[in-house]
């Protein structure tokens, strides 16, 4: 019998367990460790950062820099209504209306034309998405809104990837990252908060810990620590930490697996996807993206949905992605407003993810795209 093609594989790719090992023996495993710290640093020179800090997971980074925004009555963030539940719950959590705005077709990213319509007096902040690690128009939406609201970048998918040079995650006030195990670099669970503005980084410290200013005892700044602000316990364990270094120090070897994967869809689906209407990923003019998945577009939903079925049936693990989150339950309950997204309900029901790892070979590529076009032939 044929092995499945997973739609994801986690890998060891280099000293992960050797560092998991160092930091048991070392005998810090809580939070702010020593790998905690090579691994914040790593992060704050890729990033020219004023600093980064480290979470269990992206969720916490958004929720931290939600709690940073210091919502006042009526506040409201723009959200892309494309993307997951978190880049919208971590802002309704804390208080903040959810005005959710449609997306271009070409990039996946937030709409900059949608943004111009949405943003008002309430709007505190506008939620930038890289969708598959590839840059939204960020120049675009900072044209529009023209600094009467922060600009904070979800860049779960696009660690290393740059716009124009920059590297995706420098654009806004914050950034996020996620080292869940589907990214492209993991430790099982994890995240980070980018902080570009030094006058963030004092209280994001005191938030990250727990609502104290311990950081600046540590820094001999006061003689003890005690209760400041509000936050919580969003520090990731030296474990996790220790893995995650493993990975980045690999992230070169990685990149060029992940883009040599990416590079073999694109090239074999190129013509054959011409013919039968398939949209395939767009990369912003000017930027390097983060090889994080490869989605198509199919022209008919009830296709997508019989091409998933079988090419599951056939051991090949693709999957669909986000459903639309301004008609979802918890969209409606915390809207601030009802926004129509058209492009988000049209690429919801049309895309297919195909499966996207670094243990992927050629022959796995070769595999998954002839499946996918034979099952073309048989709807189209």
């Known amino acids: 019998m044929t092995e499945p093609i997973r739609f994801n594989h986690p890998s060891i790719e280099g000293r992960e367990l050797d560092y998991i090992a160092q930091a048991v023996e070392h005998g810090h495993t809580s939070s702010s460790g020593p790998f905690s710290k090579q691994v914040s640093d790593l992060l704050c020179d890729a990033h020219g950062a004023a600093d980064v800090l480290l979470t269990t997971s992206c969720t916490d980074a958004l929720e931290m820099s939600a709690l940073l925004l210091d919502r006042r009555p009526g506040d409201t963030v723009i959200v892309p209504s494309f993307t997951?539940?978190?880049?919208a719950l971590a802002f309704a959590r804390e208080g903040f209306g959810i005005v959710?705005?449609?997306?271009?077709?070409?990039?996946?990213?937030?709409?900059?034309?949608h943004v111009a319509a949405l943003v008002d007096d309430t709007t505190r902040a506008i939620l930038v998405v890289h969708y598959g690690g590839i840059a939204a128009d960020v120049d675009a939406v900072l044209g529009h809104v023209g600094g009467r609201a922060d600009l904070i970048e979800d860049n779960a998918h696009g660690l290393f990837a740059t716009h124009r040079g920059k590297p995706l995650g420098t654009f806004g006030?914050?950034?996020?990252l996620s080292f869940h195990e589907t990214k492209n670099f993991v430790c099982g669970e994890g995240g980070a908060l980018i902080v570009n503005e030094e006058s963030d980084v004092a209280r994001a410290h005191v938030l990250h810990d727990k609502g104290t200013n311990r950081r600046a005892f540590m820094l001999g700044e006061v003689d003890k620590y005690s209760w400041q602000d509000t936050g919580s316990s969003f520090g990731l364990s030296e474990i996790n930490a220790a893995y995650l270094l493993g990975q980045l120090e690999a992230r070169e070897r990685i990149t060029r697996k992940r883009k040599a994967v990416f590079d073999a869809y694109l090239e074999r689906l190129e013509a054959p996807g011409?013919?039968?209407?398939?949209?395939?990923?767009?990369?912003?003019?000017?930027?390097?993206?983060?090889?994080?998945?490869?989605?198509?577009?199919?022209?008919?939903?009830?296709?997508?949905?019989?091409?998933?079925?079988?090419?599951r049936d056939r051991g090949v693990q693709a999957t669909f992605h986000y459903v639309p989150?301004?008609?979802?339950?918890?969209?409606?309950?915390?809207?601030?407003?009802?926004?129509?997204?058209?492009?988000?309900?049209?690429?919801?029901?049309?895309?297919?993810?195909?499966?996207?790892?670094?243990?992927?070979?050629i022959g796995d590529v070769d595999r998954v795209v002839d499946t996918l076009l034979e099952l073309l032939g048989e709807y189209t």
Do not use: K, W
């Open 84 to 87: 997951f539940v978190s880049t």
């Open 100 to 113: 959710f705005a449609d997306i271009e077709e070409h990039t996946l990213g937030i709409d900059p034309d």
């Open 173 to 176: 006030r914050f950034a996020t």
């Open 274 to 311: 011409a013919a039968y209407g398939l949209t395939l990923p767009s990369v912003t003019a000017g930027s390097v993206p983060g090889y994080h998945l490869f989605h198509v577009l199919l022209p008919d939903p009830q296709i997508r949905d019989r091409v998933l079925v079988e090419m």
């Open 325 to 361: 989150l301004h008609s979802s339950p918890g969209g409606r309950r915390f809207a601030a407003r009802q926004t129509e997204c058209p492009v988000t309900e049209s690429v919801s029901r049309r895309l297919i993810r195909l499966p996207f790892h670094n243990r992927m070979e």
